[in-house]
Nanobody, 124 residues
């Protein structure tokens, strides 16, 4: 099993930046694909980004492509989501997720482990 803890959320104005971190513990971090999902009030949880266990491949949702960058440091057991040019529609709770391996990374039920979430609020 792996435990996940997100950090780095907060409130920013539109156009600003935040960097989310996801720290993992409990199992070998490099055994897991890692991802981010978000959920806005009244909406379903949606895929944001994913990165393969090796860090060699990343997948970014079209809605955030060119604004969000995903990376991981397997030596630090941590994944990062750099969010630039934030928009009010990016406001949501952001969840870190992990799974041993998946090709269906946009499907939330493919992810076995979840963090508690961190709130991101973008004001206009």
């Amino acid at each position: 099993q792996v435990q996940l803890v997100e950090s780095g959320g907060g409130s920013v104005q539109a156009g600003g930046s935040l960097r989310l971190s996801c720290a993992a513990s409990g199992d070998t971090f490099s055994n897991y694909d890692m991802g981010w999902f978000r959920q806005a009030p009244g909406k379903e949880r949606e895929f944001v980004a994913a990165i393969k266990w090796s860090g060699g491949r990343t997948f970014i949702a079209d809605s955030v492509k060119c604004r969000f960058t995903l990376s991981r440091d397997n030596a630090k057991n941590t994944m990062y989501l750099q969010m630039n040019s934030l928009k009010p529609e990016d406001t949501a709770v952001y969840y870190c997720a992990a799974t041993p391996s998946t090709s269906y990374y946009i499907v939330s039920r493919e992810w076995h482990y979840w963090g508690q979430g961190t709130q991101v609020t973008v004001s206009s």
